[in-house]
């Protein structure tokens, strides 16, 4: 086995071990792979593990797929290098079919796949297509004349898909505004704003495998786009049949034409100063600076500078990053995939931890949007990792609690938060007088909310959080922000430990004063055309079948985000959910616990949230336990 085949067979091997474990099967693979594989092909194990889903070639409403993929090959707009890519697999027809079958999908999160050639791939050619798109919209909303700002990280051809993009935009009459070199994803949504752009561009696959690339549109507001404008978008983008069709342009000719602007430094200082003024605590920055140790890791990605700088510039001193993480590489070599969610994530972070006794482990994001935490335990030594919901709440709770004692919470202060997110934080919100509203996942809803509120004059944001890793402290920016972040958990480190607190003793004295609850997401993979459809049929069972009891509680109402309903149990009385449709079921259940289901829109997935509340730590585990088990015994059944 040549060292290319090996490479992807390790990366086909753990593809493969997550989509077992995901589904209980974990103890299976390994069994099998204890099994002297290593001698068998990756074709073999294409066969010897087959995809647990079932899909009609007729579904979906499939392109032709051959005739496309030879219509690549024979056009002469596409260039050498991606017709011998596709020559390479013209005796896999199942690979043709899966680069070809239909066309990459905007999401939650805008467009994301697997780097090669093909409709249903991320190249320079569907990048250059969503942008005509987008560039089509913006030309009828008026919009040309303010311009796009454009960024990227730092994965395989972000700044060759920020370029194309850029050319794309140029030759349609529209100012892009490019970042220099890599930027996290809140300062793309900082300068759509400064810059009074139209809409935003980021080329980023987020915490995705190394072998995927991403495009998030970002509208005028800062936020990533919602109703109307992403139908728009998607629309004008479908409506390109012909991608030879696409306009685009030279750097040279983009320049001279005013068309193509790079920027840096100077969104760079502006965007740090607003993360910087969302310090609430100065002084007690002031007092522990030198007393708090701190570990960072940007997992190869865009944080390495602004989170540093960000650190260094409010008085942090004993910042040390993980070197073997340290520079941005699209390989991720450190990691199987770059997900601060995941443990591996935080191997080398820990061990340098220990080396320096550090209070608390941070771990960011390619794009910096998302941040992981561990935090120390002083009674026993250990590093505690934190959830979302966890790190968000805990945010949520130290922030609001200073501003209420500065007297600056106003009587209309909101929270607000994905439908998927704890109720933890719901009681956080109710402590310190604030409204909880809550909005459909992608922080997209969360910055929509901002902007009503903003356009009404009706409430006022205090803090936004996603179970996903993600929160927002301030409005300067529109996406979850893991720089600001990192910074906030930072201060809220120093000001626990000017008390004798570690962030795990003021994380257990939230649980102590709110209730202990324990949230949980599951996940199941289901990649390719047989797994949407998979997916979709799994949805629809939950629909068909609604559930009335689940881990000894009692459903209470169903929310259907796709119908628009929510049914009370007991009356069957209906109304409307008052939020845009989505295909999300969303169970209440009683004292508190519930369950939602949705497909994922940024990876091949379907989802499991649950909740519960419960007496201890250990009551609360109990009672999750009890609901995972019962509800991933349903859905082993629906396999």
């Known amino acids: 086995m040549n060292c290319t085949t090996q490479v992807h067979y390790k990366r086909f091997l753990r593809l493969k071990q997550e989509d077992y474990q995901e589904t209980g099967y974990g103890n299976n693979f390994i069994f099998h792979l204890k099994c002297n ?7 073999w194990l294409e066969l010897y593990f087959p995809p647990r889903k079932i899909m009609h070639e007729g579904s979906q409403n499939m392109k032709d797929y051959m005739k496309i993929y030879q219509e690549w090959l024979a056009n002469p707009y596409f260039d050498d290098k991606t017709k011998e890519e596709l020559r390479a697999i013209a005796n896999d027809e199942n690979e043709i079919k899966e680069r070809f079958y239909m066309d990459l999908e905007f999401g939650t999160a805008g467009l994301r796949g697997i780097i090669g050639a093909g409709i249903n791939r991320m190249n320079i050619y569907t990048v250059r297509r969503a942008t005509q798109g987008l560039a089509n919209y913006i ?8 311009g796009v700002a454009i960024a990227f990280d730092s994965r395989h051809m972000s700044p060759e898909f920020a370029m194309e993009a850029a050319m794309t935009l140029a030759a349609n009459g529209i100012k892009a505004y490019k970042f220099e070199s890599l930027r996290p994803t809140p300062e793309l949504s900082f300068a759509v704003r400064e810059l009074g752009c139209i809409a935003g561009i980021n080329i980023t696959a987020s915490h995705n495998p190394p072998e995927y690339n991403g495009y998030k549109v970002y509208w005028e507001d800062g936020a990533q786009f919602t109703p109307p404008h992403d139908k728009g978008v998607t629309a004008e983008v479908l409506a390109i ?20 602007q790079v920027i840096g430094k100077e969104i760079d200082d502006k965007y740090i100063a607003q993360v910087k003024a969302q310090v609430v605590n100065q002084e007690a920055i002031n007092r522990m600076q030198k007393d708090i140790t701190i570990i960072y890791t940007p997992l190869h ?72 935490v561990y935090v120390k335990d002083t009674k026993s030594g250990e590093y505690i990792p934190l959830t979302g919901n966890m790190s968000g709440s805990l945010l949520c709770d130290y922030v609001l609690s200073q501003k209420q004692a500065a007297g600056k919470i106003p009587a209309d ?27 459909l996942t992608g922080f997209k809803y969360i910055g929509q909310q901002i902007l009503k509120e903003e356009t009404t004059g009706k409430g006022t944001y205090m803090f936004g959080m996603e179970e996903s890793y993600g929160c927002l402290i ?53 990649k390719g055309i047989e797994g949407l459809a998979k997916i979709q049929e799994i949805m629809e069972n939950f629909r068909k079948n609604p559930l009335k009891a689940l881990g000894g509680y009692e459903v209470t109402s169903i929310r259907d985000y796709k119908k628009n309903t929510i049914t ?4 069957g009385e209906v109304k409307e959910t008052g939020l845009p449709e989505s295909n999300v079921l969303y169970y209440d259940m009683n004292d508190g616990a519930w369950l939602c289901i949705r497909p994922s829109g940024t990876e091949p997935k379907i989802k499991f949230y649950y909740g519960v509340k419960g007496t201890s730590l250990d009551d609360a585990e109990a009672k999750s336990k009890a609901v995972g088990d019962e509800l991933m015994g349903m859905v082993d059944k629906m396999m």
């Open 301 to 372: 990605g865009t944080g390495n500078i602004p989170a540093r700088r960000v650190m260094k510039e409010i008085g942090f001193e004993n910042v040390y990053v993980v070197p073997e993480q340290e520079l941005p590489n699209g390989d991720f070599p450190t990691v199987s995939y770059p997900n601060p969610e995941a443990a591996e994530a935080f191997e080398l972070g820990l061990k340098l931890a220990r080396e320096k006794n550090a209070d608390l482990v941070l771990a960011t994001d390619p794009d910096a949007d998302r941040l992981g």
């Open 413 to 439: 202060g909101e929270v607000v938060k994905s439908i998927v997110t704890t109720n933890l934080v719901d009681a956080v919100a109710k402590h310190y007088g604030c409204k909880l509203v809550e909005v």
């Open 37 to 43: 594989i290593m001698n068998l092909s990756y074709r």
């Open 139 to 146: 030309i009828k909303q008026g919009g040309a004349d303010k």
């Open 474 to 526: 301030g409005t300067y920016a529109r996406d979850k922000d893991a720089i600001s972040a990192t910074a906030a958990l930072c201060e809220a480190a120093a000001y626990y430990k000017e008390k004798g607190m570690t962030l795990w003793d003021a994380m257990v004295a939230m649980y102590e004063k709110y209730g202990y609850y324990k949230d949980t997401v599951k996940s199941i993979g289901l």
């Open 241 to 260: 049949e012909d991608l030879s069709t696409v306009k685009t342009t030279t750097e040279e000719e983009a320049l001279k034409s005013g068309k193509f």
């Open 568 to 571: 009370d149990v007991a009356t």
